[in-house]
């Protein structure tokens, strides 16, 4: 059963405002309607109330019998007494405020004028970001049923049993230093990334990495590159930092820099994903790769590379990283561990130029510090022992079959509807409009529709921040067993055949 904190905090008046009792029958109330004691919540014990309200306990008693002779609070025998699921009058005039709900039912435009909210918060409370809350096909994200969370529960104790100073009081806002060292080995091994240990800074998530490199590198105002259609966290993360976002559309080989300086041309920083661009799997060519980083030096301008899910590639050759290529130093590495391992880990890095890594360390003790310690230690001996690269090699070859099982599924019952390429990397593949869809297929009503159906899609024209160009659906399909993605497919054709 939920529980009520241990410590309630009321301000009781004990020179005038009346019976002491009634004013803690009035405090208990409007917590309790306003939702602050929620219904079937345990209330602390008579002994402990009286304690902490420096109050007599036959005070507090009168005010609990009042309580529950109206029906707010109800006792169990020997268990205590609890809120009310129930209540007397948690009528209309008695909620709160719709915009305080989950469900967000007053408008955003009017919550702002009423709150005054700043021109920034607007900015960000106006940026698109979807939650998926169904594990349904096709929700995107990774097997967490096929993590080793064994292997991590053993790592986990090993750390913790016996920590010391080094975990317990650490000052290291770079990060825990094994850490470190086994993400520096892992990314010069596989990504082709020059770096040394000390260049790593460990923050939590990519989010937070892009917004700590927009506030060191660049001033309020200044503008930022980004990729369009793209990731809303990527816009988010800039935005808060305060810098304008110019959009700059993506071909077949990944951003245009030169489009880009033509938009923004006072542009002093780019964020891109050019090993696998989000949402459309796009590897940016080598040719456009060489000219975004001339455009860096020419400008004296940054680029954030954004290398989210380059551990899952099924085909061709590994992609060298961009930050390998650059030789003046104007790229900024971003890394997480959200989609290869699970994404409350909350464990991301940068791997900054050497001369800037003072400069990012300081700004780092200012803003948070540093990240959570609990599961540093667990991480560097995951990947330190060889787990993670085990783990690795094992969702490739997972996530391959699966991808397959979503083209099959694709041939059999959304042919003619929907036409889906196989892609060499990634967790999703996106259906886009066939013939019989082609200049006029709505992917938001067929997304809401298949939602009804139990079907989880993402609509591709969700993840623009300007006017869409392209309609279609992302199908994410590593998360999901053959059959179910087999009888989301199945339940999908239906849904789209039906808006032909």
């Avoid at 000390?198 to 506030?215: E, H, K, T, W």
């Avoid at 099924?314 to 390998?324: E, H, S």
């Avoid at 993402?458 to 869409?468: C, E, M, Q, V």
């Amino acid at each position: 059963m939920p529980s009520a904190s241990n410590l309630i905090a009321l301000a009781l008046d004990r020179e005038g405002k009346g019976p002491l009792y009634r004013q803690l029958y009035n405090g208990l109330r409007e917590m309790i309607l306003d939702g602050r004691l929620r219904s079937g919540s345990r209330l602390p014990a008579n002994r402990i109330l009286a304690q902490d309200l420096s109050l007599s306990r036959n005070t507090v008693a009168t005010a609990l019998q009042q309580l529950l002779a109206e029906g707010y609070v109800a006792t169990r025998q020997g268990d205590g007494t609890y809120v009310a699921s129930e209540l007397p009058d948690a009528g209309p005039e008695r909620r709160r405020p719709e915009h305080f709900s989950p469900a967000g039912a007053q408008p955003l435009g009017d919550v702002a004028r009423h709150y005054g909210l700043s021109r920034r918060g607007r900015a960000l409370a106006a940026i698109s970001r979807v939650n998926f809350a169904s594990a349904a096909a096709f929700a995107p994200g990774p097997d967490l049923a096929a993590f080793p969370f064994d292997t991590w529960a053993r790592l986990m104790t090993r750390c913790w049993r016996r920590p010391g100073t080094d975990l317990t009081i650490s000052r290291d806002a770079g990060g825990y230093p094994p850490l470190k060292a086994a993400i520096a080995a892992y990314l010069g091994a596989t990504r082709g990334v020059r770096c040394d240990p000390d260049q790593i800074i460990v923050v939590s998530g990519a989010q937070q990495a892009i917004n700590l490199a927009a506030q060191v590198l660049l001033d309020h105002g200044d503008q930022a590159l980004v990729e369009e259609p793209g990731y809303g966290g990527i816009r988010g993360a800039l935005t808060a930092a305060g810098l304008r976002v110019a959009l700059v559309p993506v071909d077949a080989e990944g951003l245009d820099i030169s489009a880009g300086e033509a938009r923004a041309p006072l542009a002093r920083l780019a964020c891109v994903a050019p090993s696998h661009q989000h949402p459309l799997g796009v590897v940016m060519s080598l040719r456009r790769r060489l000219a975004l980083i001339e455009w860096a030096r020419r400008r004296q301008a940054w680029i954030v590379e954004d290398d989210y899910d380059s551990e899952y590639r099924y085909a061709g050759r590994p992609l060298a990283a961009l930050q390998g290529l650059d030789p003046t130093g104007r790229v900024i590495y971003v890394g997480s561990f959200s989609k290869v391992l699970f994404p409350t880990l909350r464990l991301g890095y940068l791997v900054v130029p050497p001369d800037l890594v003072e400069h990012f360390i300081r700004a780092r003790r200012v803003l948070d510090d540093h990240a959570a310690m609990l599961a540093q230690p667990v991480l560097a001996r995951f990947i330190e022992d060889g787990h993670f690269a085990a783990h690795v090699r094992r969702m490739r070859r997972l996530y391959a079959a699966r991808q397959e099982a979503l083209l099959d599924t694709a041939k059999r019952h959304l042919a003619g509807l929907l036409e889906i390429e196989a892609d060499e990397a990634g967790m999703h593949l996106i259906a886009w409009p066939g013939a019989a869809l082609a200049g006029r297929m709505d992917d938001r009503r067929i997304t809401e529709a298949a939602a009804r159906a139990g079907v989880t899609t993402l609509a591709l024209s969700t993840t623009y921040a300007g006017k869409p160009t392209r309609q279609g659906l992302m199908l994410g399909y590593a998360a999901h067993h053959e059959d179910a993605i087999a009888a989301a497919g199945r339940r999908l054709g239906q849904i789209v055949a039906g808006a032909v």
